[in-house]
């Protein structure tokens, strides 16, 4: 199992830039893919990003290509986010997750591990 705790939320103008952390618990962090969810007040859970186990390979929504990245150090069992240019539409909960195979998915039902979120708001 793996146990995940976000951070690096906050408020912030458009514009500006955030990077979210997600620092995972166990021993095989290297084994999982992980993403990046978020979900706004009154809307599903929307895929972000996503990054296989050695972080050679990354997928990207579309409206965030360009904009964000995902990275992640395997030593520190960390994986982050960084976002740059946010709009207020980007206004939502990060969450954090992890899986095994794939990480060409964007289901939030095909990750079996989440963390609790982290509110990122982004003023006009």
């Known amino acids: 199992q793996v146990q995940l705790v976000e951070s690096g939320g906050g408020l912030v103008q458009a514009g500006g830039s955030l990077r979210l952390s997600c620092a995972a618990s166990?021993?095989?962090?290297?084994?999982?893919?992980m993403g990046w969810f978020r979900q706004a007040p009154g809307k599903e859970r929307e895929f972000v990003a996503a990054?296989?186990?050695?972080?050679?390979?990354?997928y990207l929504a579309d409206s965030v290509k360009g904009l964000f990245t995902i990275s992640r150090d395997n030593a520190k069992k960390t994986v982050y986010l960084q976002m740059n240019s946010l709009k207020p539409e980007d206004t939502a909960v990060y969450y954090c997750?992890?899986?095994?195979?794939?990480?060409?998915?964007?289901?939030?039902?095909?990750?079996?591990?989440w963390g609790q979120g982290t509110q990122v708001t982004v003023s006009s």
């Open positions: 990054i296989n186990w050695s972080g050679g390979n990354t």
């Open positions: 166990g021993r095989t962090f290297s084994s999982y893919v």
């Open positions: 997750a992890a899986r095994r195979g794939t990480y060409r998915t964007e289901d939030p039902r095909e990750y079996n591990y």
